[in-house]
């Protein structure tokens, strides 16, 4: 053991002496010599069978439009703010389910009419950046915010990163903290029912009458007192240059999360409890219970080589772990492909596999006894596949002009992701970069 | 053994390592062959964190800020 020691510190000793130190001090360039503007849309619809909103079987149907805007500005030669706004807006059959008597018909495979059927999501990031003179020491902090009818999230963190060996390796470290809270919407029959004194007289119930089991009695459910939900992360990166082709990085994050961490509205069925329906509407046994902690531990690297003047060659791999029992492996692959110099096609596919949580068990298969359980098949065991291609447009000159900002950039991107249980999903992004004239 | 083997292959891609100048970079600046998603990924990564349980691990955000998973 001794000996492999020594070998091992001899040959990592090595590699000190193999670099040179900087004899030149290094030109002092502007970090950022201009504002910079992107302009970022998406459009993302999704389908699925297993909506948790019902208890793991329904329709996951949802479209998704989002836009952000981010402005990067120089405040001097060393300090960078950069603002990130977004605003995103959903439409779901799953979530109009939380309440599904809105509608004449009360089906899990049919959207409801009722005001959970859409959202927005709105989010505010702030960040500063400042460098050392000599551009070797970066450090920087964010203060984020966001808002969606159910949930609201406060987010800041500081992060350092030293570049060294004339700029070939880059050590950095962060951490951020979010002290989110949820707004609970819990689903109707449940709510109607607590609030009724655990009675099936009021609400909803005094305008349907409930078929299969009408002794309906989820007298387990109960309303959330802790609606906190706070995520802590410490996060370490490693970048190193290795040839003039070549270049790796890894990253190392360590996530706490605490409070409510699981979804209100999600229902859960049990297998020892006789059903009972409004229409074709199963009514809830309970919501998702889930433990108030959990520990995340995911690592991950890029490599990244230059093949030739036509081709790069870009690979991602990700090892995740966490204590609610999900191990997970991420792997992409991507391979820009220059057309010209302003046209750049790239083909890309991702593959992800996951192992089920602990506490997930399929719709009919938990028992009331339980302390945890889901329903969610987001918690399963499944494979997806990602693949799709992009397209980049880049002028260096900004010929293309919008009063005084230079089109820099445009990216198109799009995917078709298939998951193992059901679930397909299509993205399209796309991307303007602007630097102010 | 799987230890020192995974060891001695970290030290020989370290001491493969040259230090390149920074007039040497031109490969290495490349704009793809940066060492981070693409600006225009965001939405994609947004929505396998909300679909997936992985998350992190990518020199973004890490988690939270939202009520996924």
Redesign the interface.
Known sequence: MKI?LV??IF??G??VF???KDSVPAFKKRVLETTEV?F?L?Y?K?DGIHSAVSGGSGTENLT?I?S?I?VAMPLSDDEVLTVDAGLSAYSSASSSNINPFDSPNQNPWQASSGASKQDA?V?VAISYSKSSADRNTIWNVHL?G?N?Y??S?L?FGGGLTKEF????TEVGISA???L?S?RPIYPKELEDFAKNGNSLNGGIFDNYTITGNQNYNPASFKFHDNKG???F?L?L?F???????L???L???V?Q?QGLLS?PYQRVYFKDVSNSYIDQFQLADDIERLPDSRF?L???G?L?Y?INEKF?L?T?Y?F?S?N?G?Q?H?ISIEV?FKINQRF?F?PMYRF?T?TA?KYFAPSETHLSTEVYYTS?Y??SAFN?N?YGF?LNY?DIFTDAHIWRLGLKNI???Y?H?D?SDG?S?D?I???F?FIFQ | MKK?TL??IV????????????Y??E??N???????A???????T???V??????????GK??????C?
């Open positions: 492999k070998l091992a040959l990592l090595s590699t193999a670099q040179e992107d970022l998406s993302y999704q998704d989002a952000s981010v999501l989010n984020s966001s969606e159910d949930y999230s987010g060996n004339d700029k070939n951020s903290a979010y989110d949820w939900r706070n995520s992360a996060s990166s970048s190193q240059v290795i040839n003039k082709k270049q790796a990085s990253f190392l994050d996530l999360q979804t995340k995911p690592i991950g890029r990244n230059y790069v870009r991602y990700r995740y966490d609610w999900i997970a991420t820009p750049t790239f992800y996951q949580s969610d987001d918690l997806a990602q992009g880049t990216d198109f991107r995917n992701y998951r679930l999903a993205i992004s796309l991307g970069k | 020192l060891i001695i030290s020989i891609v370290l001491y493969s390592c040259n230090s390149v100048k920074a040497e970079k490969k290495i490349d704009p793809d062959m940066k060492l981070a693409r600006t225009s990924e965001r939405f994609e947004t929505f396998q909300y679909r997936e349980a992985a998350a992190g691990a990518n020199g890490t988690g939270g800020g939202c009520g998973n």
